[in-house]
């Protein structure tokens, strides 16, 4: 599994700790940083809050800017 470099781009951006940023999704702070480290996936219904959470700090953007480039 690919490290999620970009998703750790975008948050840190954005102004989210992994702290706040797993708070906002509703899972534990130790479930997101497996998941941003590529250890686990994100699932496609996180993905979207994500892109959601992000899109309202930062403008648009989308799920592919977020995890695939």
């Known amino acids: 599994m690919l490290k999620n470099s970009s998703i750790k781009r ?35 219904n996180e993905k979207e809050k994500i892109k959601a959470i992000f899109s309202r700090k930062i403008g648009r953007v989308t799920i592919d800017d977020i995890f695939f480039n």
Do not use: C, H, V
């Not at 700790?17 to 686990?40: A, D, M, V, W």
């Open 10 to 44: 975008y948050r840190q951006f954005a102004g989210y700790t992994q702290k706040s940023l797993s708070s906002e999704l509703n899972i534990p702070l130790s479930t997101y940083r497996q998941k941003e480290q590529g250890r686990t996936s994100f699932s496609d």
